[in-house]
Structures are given as structure tokens and as C-alpha cells.
């Protein structure tokens, strides 16, 4: 399974970007995805997240300004970022909970996209 995440960019303070991320891959089934980002200096912590039948969790952070969402169809998962401000300056990485047909089940990460809001 791979993971190619996009959308990434420099936008000021209150702006917003949209973020995607496309699962590709054979006979797997998706448990839950989500976005993590990592700033400078910083741990990598946990954006928001949705898992199959639409249960979201966000970081208080993000809460009322980040929206999650997924289209099953297309193993894609979106997070839009809206009233950006400088904090949230980091590495956006998605992630996605895989299963197989021989009861296999791993974590997937993207490669990561750049998202600046500059002071």
C-alpha cells in the first residue's frame, strides 16, 4: 500500500489549504485514516483522524477550523484547513490502518507535505 499526500503550501495567517492523500494498492481495506504533523524541534502529534463509519477525532488545536474527511471510493482521505495560523506551521503526514485477506493489519505512512503560515 502507498500512501501519496498533496496540497501542501505557503498561505498567511488566516488562509486555507486543502490537503489530500490517495491509498493505492491491492486487496486491502482501509480501518481508519488520518493526518499527523510535525513542526520544527517538535513531536510528531496526532491532527484529526476518521475511521470507518465516520467517527472523527480532532486535536483541541484544530477543533472548529480543520475539517476531515474521506472518500471511500477513492481510498482518499482530505483535511481542510481553514483560518490557518503561524502554529500550525509543520510537516503534514496521513496515515492509514490496512487489512488484508490473511487477517494482516498495518499502519501506512505518507511521505509528508510542507504547510507555512508564516508569522
Known amino acids: 500500500v502507498q500512501l501519496q499526500a498533496s496540497g501542501g503550501g505557503l498561505v498567511p495567517p488566516g488562509g486555507s489549504l486543502r490537503l489530500s492523500c490517495a491509498a493505492s494498492?491491492?486487496?486491502?481495506?482501509?480501518?481508519?485514516m488520518g493526518w499527523y504533523r510535525q513542526a520544527p524541534g517538535k513531536l510528531r502529534e496526532l491532527v484529526a483522524r476518521?475511521?470507518?463509519?465516520?467517527?472523527?477525532n480532532y486535536a483541541d488545536s484544530v477543533k472548529g477550523r480543520f475539517v476531515i474527511s474521506r472518500d471511500n471510493a477513492k481510498n482518499t482521505v482530505y483535511l481542510q484547513m481553514n483560518s490557518l495560523k503561524p502554529e500550525d506551521t509543520a510537516v503534514y503526514y496521513c496515515n492509514a490502518d490496512v487489512s488484508f485477506s490473511n487477517s494482516r493489519r498495518e499502519l501506512y505512512w505518507g511521505q509528508g507535505t510542507h504547510v507555512t503560515s508564516p508569522a
Open positions: 476518521v475511521r470507518n463509519g465516520g467517527t472523527t
Open positions: 494498492g491491492s486487496a486491502f481495506i482501509i480501518n481508519g
